[in-house]
């Protein structure tokens, strides 16, 4: 009996982990602009403290959400690499290219990718800077 009343208590905790979510490219609405989720480069995640995801078609539309937050109601901040499309990276370790080269689809031009390296590869050849999630935060806060 008593291992009855522990499923549903697994279950439930399970439902409040905080973590990624998968999120439906081309069905899901960004949870700050409401544009369609399509694009798969340089798509974002926001999972508070009790696990809730909230997407967004971009890393600037997540930022703009930001600032109505708490920033202990934060859990994870994700960003989608730009050179694995799908695959969602923590954003505060992330390396972020303002580049009107590579546009994004807010028009911010930003993307993001896991290493340094990547974005000064991806930077070669073209204009742009690049950014760590402080500075970018930073740059956001002044425009």
Request: proline share 3%.
């Amino acid at each position: 009996m008593k291992k009855l009343l522990l499923i549903p208590l697994f279950f439930l905790l399970l439902a409040c982990t905080v973590g990624p979510s998968k999120i439906a490219y081309g069905e899901q609405s960004c949870h700050f602009c409401r544009m369609t989720i399509v694009d798969k480069q340089h798509a974002a995640q926001f999972v508070n403290d009790k696990g809730k995801a909230y997407n967004f078609d971009a890393a600037e539309c997540m930022i703009n959400y930001l600032n109505g937050v708490d920033d202990e109601t934060i859990g994870m901040l994700l960003v989608t690499d730009y050179k694995q499309p799908e695959v969602l990276i923590d954003a505060t370790s992330a390396t972020f290219i303002i580049s009107e080269d590579i546009p994004s689809p807010m028009g911010a031009n930003l993307s993001a990718t896991s290493s340094r390296t990547e974005a000064e590869g991806m930077l070669s050849g073209k204009t742009g800077e690049l950014y760590t999630w402080d500075e970018l935060l930073a740059y956001f806060e002044n425009l």
